[in-house]
């Protein structure tokens, strides 16, 4: 006789020991959806249908062309125009490079929408200047991880468009996008506030003024970059573009800016490009596919209403629900990776907290500033290894070093998670939501 409570079980033990194997991510959860399949002799067909209708989505054509304009503008020289504009404004203050550091990387986060392109870029540019200019270098290598972050929660963050998806396409892209303006911005200035502080505790110095008379070239030239982001952004809360159609209209400006107006590259190099991203595109959309079955299995054998049904047999206080799920999902972005976790966690959480009242937009970006923090946290830790691997230090000394920052953030997160005027100002006065 076929039991739930078997199924659940082949379910959470399989994906549990293919992960422990080292299998990716992807194959685990399509090979622990496949077991279970076949205990519940349910017609294979059905996985292979779910997974492609995981990634039939018009919508889900955003991802790739985000992911093309990034990858264009992260060949040029983009992340160093934005490194020498907020040089001008925050690069003269005690520990100004780490500021600079911040400010690049929230600015680079509107451009790319992606944490571990933001370490990349601004990383491999910042790094050796922070150990060039007497600062320690895992430190340079904390601030930058502890930065990229602010890439997945202010737009065009990919994984907002994820959990839109994610969430049956309930959730208004625009009004994710503007929620997750206010949350980026507050948590550029916490971590530069921290990194002010371990400057004085560590004895930095301030950084040489740039010159005045270079100034004005330094910020137009960081402007013309930002473009890319008022094309998106603009594009989108005005409704003259989808979200996918301000991804093709980001993608074609930054050809034009990089290839025609600034010349960073030859036209070669956009082969080298579109081969990035088409290997990054492809495990991209392998995992949102495998994701997509084992969250179909999951909805089959009627999870999400268990675990809700659990949640508010705890309590029905969603200041302890929110409190538990942040904690689960701390613990859960260490050993996984976001996307997967998003697919995943999202049909089963979002029943539960808005149960309890708590919207959905808001809900997104609470996953996703979690969700990023755990791209700092060993054992998987993306952003981290990115960071380690630039500055050629180990995985122990840069987390050491980020841990100041990875507090502050975590102080963010619970500012967010109870105060969600916070969140909702800006889609609320846009009418978004």
């Known amino acids: 006789?076929?039991?739930?409570?078997?199924?659940?079980?082949?379910?959470?033990?399989?994906?549990?020991l293919l992960i422990l194997i080292r299998f990716p991510i992807s194959l685990a959860l399509a090979g622990s959806t496949l077991l279970t399949v076949l205990y519940l002799k349910v017609p294979l067909a059905a996985v292979g249908q779910t997974?492609?209708?995981?990634?039939?989505?018009?919508?889900?054509?955003?991802?790739?062309?985000?992911i093309l304009a990034g990858q264009i503008m992260s060949e040029g020289k983009m992340a160093l125009r934005l490194i020498n504009m907020a040089q001008v404004f925050v690069g003269t203050i005690r520990g100004g490079l780490a500021m600079v550091n911040c400010v690049a990387c929230m600015f680079f986060g509107n451009i790319s929408g992606s944490a571990v392109a933001d370490v990349s870029s601004i990383g491999s540019v910042m790094i050796p200047m922070m150990k060039k200019k007497g600062y320690d270098t895992d430190y340079a290598v904390g601030v930058t991880v502890s930065a990229a972050i602010q890439g997945v929660v202010v737009p065009p963050s990919h994984n907002l468009?994820?959990?839109?998806?994610?969430?049956?396409?309930?959730?208004?892209?625009?009004?994710?996008?503007?929620?997750?303006?206010?949350?980026?911005?507050m948590l550029c200035t916490s971590l530069m506030v921290t990194a002010y502080f371990t400057a004085r505790k560590r004895g930095y110095q301030r950084s040489e003024p740039v010159p005045l008379k270079q100034a004005p070239k330094i910020i137009a030239d960081g402007l013309l970059s930002?473009?890319?982001?008022?094309?998106?952004?603009?594009?989108?809360?005005?409704?003259?573009?989808?979200?996918?159609?301000?991804?093709?209209m980001a993608c074609l400006y930054a050809f034009i800016l990089t290839f025609f107006i600034y010349r960073d590259i030859p036209i070669s190099r956009m082969w080298i490009i579109l081969t990035r991203t088409l290997r990054t595109v492809s495990m991209v959309l392998f995992l949102i596919a495998s994701s997509a079955s084992f969250g179909w299995i999951l909805a089959y054998l009627k999870v999400p209403a268990i675990v809700t049904d659990f949640m508010l047999g705890i309590s029905d206080n969603p200041i302890i629900i929110l409190l538990?799920?942040?904690?689960?999902l701390l613990i859960l972005g260490a050993p996984m990776d976001m996307a997967p976790l998003i697919v995943i966690m999202t049909p089963i959480l979002l029943p539960v907290v808005t149960t309890l009242g708590v919207d959905p937009v808001h809900f997104g970006i609470i996953m996703m500033l979690n969700l990023g923090i755990g791209l700092l946290t060993p054992p998987v830790g993306t952003v981290?290894?990115?960071?380690?691997?630039i500055g050629k230090i180990s995985v122990d000394s840069g987390t050491r070093a980020m841990m100041p920052f990875f507090y502050t953030m975590c102080v963010i997160l619970l500012i967010l998670t109870y105060i969600p005027g916070i969140v909702m100002w800006l889609p609320r006065m846009f009418g978004a939501s």
């Open 1 to 16: 006789m076929i039991s739930n409570t078997i199924a659940i079980t082949i379910l959470a033990v399989s994906f549990c």
């Open 51 to 66: 997974m492609i209708q995981g990634i039939n989505s018009y919508s889900l054509l955003a991802i790739p062309f985000f």
């Open 161 to 185: 468009v994820l959990y839109s998806l994610a969430a049956g396409g309930g959730v208004s892209i625009a009004s994710l996008f503007l929620a997750g303006i206010v949350p980026g911005i």
């Open 226 to 248: 930002m473009l890319t982001a008022i094309i998106i952004l603009g594009g989108i809360f005005s409704g003259w573009f989808t979200a996918t159609e301000a991804g093709a």
């Open 324 to 328: 538990i799920i942040n904690v689960l």
């Open 384 to 389: 981290l290894f990115v960071g380690c691997a």
